[in-house]
């Protein structure tokens, strides 16, 4: 592309020709040949160091040479400002970002050049170099460039476009204040040079910058997931020392305590809690720290059992002592003789073996099914239950001295939703469990999915949470845990309330349905098959009073 010169006298281009045919030629017009000549080649020379000096420069440190570099480049040539702006990253503003300025002259001022300054971006946007001696000579459209150059005082000056491959980076300027100059080709195409070489170097800080971003990002994420959003395996400490029951918090600690206390007993123990604590689990380790251990435990589920076969099981049965009883056989107290014997869901048993089961608990006694002979056994019990045996007490399914006998020493196991604390070890444990049974690896589970997890009410207890992440170890698609919890209506209030606030709660129920109707048909009382005096007494004692009438 050809040079732009502005204000070159016919004069000086004539002292130019002559010049360059005498091959003499000359930076300042003022200056002797030969000094001239040695200057350009000392010129040229720093300008090959320049050049040098860019090629291996970290792009940490180009800013900083870009800015030594002017400063000598408008030392050596006796310029006033050097500058070099660049566009931002959205190219909407271009502003000086590298600049010299001689003692003595007034900086540059920081605008916008896109805007103060459109005829200079129009041309240099399209490659073109401006080389102005004197701003008079611009053309009627650089008027408000013209403008300017008078208010700052520039006498003379040149710009370059900075690109590289097409891409417009900026502009590099050089300018004189205090004299009106001269600018030959041969020093143009040299300082042009010279802005190709920041164009270069700015270009590879920028793709280094982008590089550095991209690697911050990288690791920032990296942090931001194992910071924010992960919890690996190994922050877990899981809690081994009970087999299977797994946490660390004081709820689960108290059990553990507890059961600690009464193993190497021969007591019997109630184990009460809703469905899906782990009271079976519980009650194992209650046999594996007893001296009875070095036997099976027995496991009888009195809910999963017809009433009719469940006392043929707990007891056994003699030959023909029912239709189908072929052979005798013994029940689970004999096969629990000098071990323990665990009944699951003993709130389900029927009144008539709660009888039976009562007199083996006293006598240590008991006859099979269709037989009379005493067998003796040394069974220890423990028994579980997720109903409320006070309150089943109350309506009288369940023996009152039976559940005195069972309750020599209760443990209450708490609900999931009362030691959330333990749900990344359990959740842990399940995957890793799981992991092995599918032949899947999971290693991250993210710090939001294991909030959900600790916020869900978890009716179903840790048997939901474990079904949960079976579940989830199925549907992950990579090794990142990707859990999917089932909405479930959460329970209603704990069964270890007072048997005092169970009966308050029901009357209230009751006599409100009854508009306060106490005696009478269809009255409180009547539903209740209570007394009205009874019921008023009751009502008393609990604090139960009419609402005054609005």
């Known amino acids: ?36 000549i040695e200057e350009r080649l000392r010129f040229e020379s720093m300008l090959a160091d320049l050049s040098t000096i860019f090629i291996n420069l970290p792009g940490d440190k180009i800013d900083t040479e870009i800015v030594h570099s002017l400063k000598q480049i408008a030392e050596f040539l006796e310029m006033d400002r050097c500058n070099v702006a660049e566009y931002n990253s959205a190219k909407t503003k271009l502003k000086v970002t590298h600049a010299y300025t001689a003692p003595g002259v007034i900086p540059m001022p920081d605008i916008v050049l896109n805007i103060a300054m459109p005829w200079y971006l129009k041309k240099l946007g399209r490659g073109e170099l401006l080389v102005i001696s004197n701003p008079d000579n611009l053309p009627e459209e650089a ?15 040149v710009l370059f476009p900075l690109a590289v491959g097409g891409n417009f980076l900026g502009v590099v300027g050089f300018a004189s204040l205090r004299k009106e ?18 164009a270069n170097a700015i270009m590879r800080k920028r793709s280094e910058e982008k590089l550095y971003r991209a690697f911050t990002e990288i690791n920032q994420l990296k942090d931001l997931l194992e910071a924010e959003n992960i919890f690996l395996k190994e922050e877990i400490n899981l809690q081994h020392s009970h087999g299977e029951i797994i ?19 021969d007591t019997t123990v109630l184990l009460m809690g809703e469905t899906g604590t782990g009271k079976e689990l519980l009650a194992q380790a209650i046999h594996n720290l007893s001296l009875r251990k070095g036997r099976a435990m027995i496991t009888v589920n009195c809910a999963a059992l017809p009433s009719n076969l469940i006392e043929s099981e707990l007891f056994g049965h003699e030959k023909g002592a029912y239709t189908g009883a072929q052979s005798k056989r013994i029940g689970r107290f004999e096969m629990a003789n000098a071990s323990t014997l665990f009944l699951d869901e003993i709130g389900e048993l029927s009144l008539g073996l709660q009888t039976k089961l009562l007199r083996v608990l006293q006598q240590k006694q008991f006859e099979r099914l269709g037989g009379h002979e005493t067998v003796t056994t040394d069974a220890r019990l423990i028994a579980a239950t997720n109903r409320d045996l006070p309150q089943v007490v109350d309506t009288g399914e369940f023996r009152m001295d039976l559940y005195y006998r069972l309750s020599v020493f209760p443990i209450i196991v708490p609900p999931l939703r009362d030691r959330r604390e333990d749900i990344p070890a359990l959740v842990w444990f399940f995957v890793k469990y799981y ?7 999971i290693d991250t589970i993210t710090k939001k999915t294991m909030k959900e997890l600790q916020a869900h009410h978890w009716p179903g207890n840790v048997r939901e949470l474990k079904n949960a ?73 609990l604090g139960i009073k009419r609402p005054p009438k609005p």
């Open 181 to 198: 100059r001269q600018w030959d080709k041969s020093l143009v195409q040299r300082l042009k040079l010279v802005g190709q070489v920041f």
């Open 247 to 265: 946490g660390h918090s004081p709820a689960i600690k108290k059990v553990l305590t507890q059961v600690e206390q009464v193993a190497g007993t």
């Open 143 to 157: 008027s408000v460039e013209r403008k300017f150059w008078k208010q700052q005082g520039i006498k003379s000056g």
């Open 469 to 541: 992440i079976e579940r989830a170890v199925i549907i992950s698609p990579k090794n990142r845990l990707l859990v999917e919890i089932l909405k479930t209506p959460n329970p209603g209030d704990n069964i270890y309330r007072t048997l005092d606030d169970v009966q308050k709660d029901h009357i209230q129920r009751v006599i409100k349905a009854t508009n306060w109707r106490i005696r009478g048909k269809k009255g409180t009382a009547e539903i209740l098959n209570l007394k009205p005096t009874t019921l008023e007494s009751r009502m008393a004692k």
């Open 435 to 441: 992991c092995e049974k599918t032949g899947k690896r």
């Open 1 to 36: 592309m050809g040079l732009r010169f502005f204000g070159d006298p016919p004069k000086y281009r004539r002292c130019i020709r002559k010049r360059h045919n005498s091959a003499k030629k000359v930076i300042n017009m003022t200056r002797k040949p030969s000094k001239t």
